[in-house]
């Protein structure tokens, strides 16, 4: 138990679907973070939160869309994905935006068919 | 190009042996810290080094950093089987915020 919960664990979805992912924390951490791991590919950052404000976009298509409600949550929106977004999507905190260990969940996997 | 590439790739060792992993990166940083990955699960965080240390301790697990090569090593002890996972460096970039770069992963398996 790392005290980031990640739901679902597995997402099988069509390319027209829209579905969302969730992460929720348990540490009062102020910065969330979501990666992407794809195989054979270091993880890619794709979005920063800091105290429930984007400080980091990283040239994320549109079909994907971040939300932060509160400093518990984070969203990962996704809408008319593609079959190369099939991947583990990992959630992370930080104490704060500029310090050092990340504190991840367990992922979700997302397959698009 | 990625900041941090681990060395080997893949490593297979068995129980009780060392198992050592290198990590390079390319540009100057502020911290360098090792992950490690259960198949399919997340990242857990085992060990950071600040860029003015040389060596760090944490239980069988021991980390170098040498910044005039660029260089980082992970070296695990008397392995064991539930040492089996993928390990990853990260590196914060001197200025960089909290934004980790990870490399593509050492992954080792520690058969019995």
């Known amino acids: 138990e790392t005290g980031v919960t990640q739901t679902p664990r597995h997402l099988v979805m069509g390319m027209t679907n829209k579905k969302s992912l969730k992460c929720e924390q348990h540490?009062?951490?102020?910065?969330m973070y979501w990666y992407k791991q794809s195989a054979k590919k270091p993880l890619e950052l794709m979005f920063v939160y800091s105290l429930e404000e984007r400080v980091e976009n990283n040239s994320v298509p549109s079909r994907f869309s971040p939300e932060c409600p509160n400093s518990s949550h984070l969203f990962l929106h996704l809408h008319t994905l593609q079959p190369e977004d099939s991947a583990l999507y990992l959630c992370?905190?930080?104490?704060?935006?500029?310090?050092?260990?990340?504190?991840f969940g367990e992922g979700s996997r997302l397959t698009v068919l | 190009s990625q900041q941090g590439e681990e060395d080997p790739q893949a490593l297979s060792i068995q129980e009780g042996e060392n198992a050592t992993m290198n990590c390079s990166y390319k540009t100057s940083i502020n911290n360098l810290q090792w992950y490690r990955q259960n198949s399919g699960r997340g990242l857990v965080h085992l060990i950071l080094?600040?860029?003015?240390?040389r060596e760090k301790h944490s239980g069988r697990l021991r980390v170098t950093l040498d910044t005039s090569k660029k260089s980082s090593s992970l070296l695990i002890t008397a392995s064991r089987a539930a040492d089996t996972a993928s390990y990853f460096c990260?590196?914060?970039?001197?200025?960089?915020?909290?934004?980790?770069?990870f490399g593509t992963g050492t992954q080792l398996k520690v058969e019995l």
């Open positions: 540490l009062g951490h102020n910065a």
């Open positions: 992370a905190t930080a104490r704060a935006f500029n310090t050092g260990e990340l504190f």
């Open positions: 080094i600040r860029s003015n240390e």
């Open positions: 990260a590196t914060v970039l001197t200025g960089g915020g909290n934004k980790l770069t």
